[in-house]
């Protein structure tokens, strides 16, 4: 009996020590299916499509934005 108690301890911290490896690697190969499905275009499985927030068009800032006195900071911009 103690010899099955003691393979069962063994058993027991080796699948301790191998589930953080294991978990990982899968993963880790998980994030490769993503960056794979990126760079062909396609969604990944899972996502949701939304905007990039990159692609919004570009707003003219005024030249006097974020002065407290509301007057320019430099010349105009052209």
């Given at each position: ?44 499985p ?12 570009a ?19 052209t």
């Amino acid at each position: 009996m103690n010899t099955f108690l003691d393979l069962l301890v063994v058993l027991a911290v080796a699948a301790l020590l191998a589930a953080p490896a294991l978990y990982g690697a899968a993963r880790d190969h998980h994030l490769d299916r993503q960056i794979r499905a990126a760079r062909q275009g396609a969604r990944a499985p899972g996502t949701t499509k939304r905007p990039r927030p990159g692609n919004r068009p570009a707003r003219p800032v005024s030249p006097w934005a974020g002065t407290l006195s509301g007057k320019p900071l430099g010349p105009p911009r052209t």
